[in-house]
């Protein structure tokens, strides 16, 4: 993503400097390197393998030790983690995952473009009952989100559960 844009997901975060942030889409490392240095604990979850691999090494080398990182479906999170203080996902999926929200805290932010040809980065609070506000930010262009699921792409903005 171009700096403008991890700068802006990451502000749309609202970081206080104590947070456990899941990032979707690991990528090169960056966005977690910059998470990295504003939170207690980054976990990051990458579906293409030789990325994650060689992102792992980077930061380690790099000495970025509050990230973790795994090979795996972003789609689905990390719930073994959960619950997350912010979750950014570094990768447009059709619709706003419901594992996602579920492993969001209450009163977490999701941070996310979602679309397929029209994307828009929303910003999702998760409300103390469970419901959730969403809150368009700009038009953006990201790479799919791509997950195993098989499922007929949706232009909505419903929740894929």
């Known amino acids: 993503s171009q700096p403008y844009i991890v700068a802006l997901m990451t502000e749309l975060l609202e970081l206080k400097g104590d947070e456990k942030i899941l990032e979707i889409g690991t990528g090169s490392g960056y966005q977690a ?20 691999d060689s992102a792992a090494v980077r930061l380690d080398k790099l000495g970025y030790k509050n990230v973790t990182t795994r090979w795996g479906d972003g789609y689905k999170g990390w719930p073994d983690q959960a619950p ?29 473009p979602v679309g397929i040809r029209r ?21 953006v262009r990201f790479v799919p ?3 195993p699921k098989d499922s007929i792409p949706d232009m909505g903005l419903e929740v894929d559960r």
């Open 84 to 112: 997350f203080d912010g979750i950014i996902v570094t990768a447009a999926p059709d619709k706003i995952p419901q594992p996602l929200i579920d492993q969001l805290k209450t009163g977490g932010r999701l941070v996310l």
């Open 33 to 52: 390197a910059v998470l990295s240095a504003l939170v207690s604990e980054v976990f990051s979850i990458e579906i293409v393998k030789n990325l994650v």
């Open 145 to 147: 989100m791509v997950h």
């Open 119 to 139: 994307q828009e980065l929303k910003v999702i609070t998760k409300n103390e009952d469970g419901t959730i506000q969403s809150k368009n930010i700009i038009p």
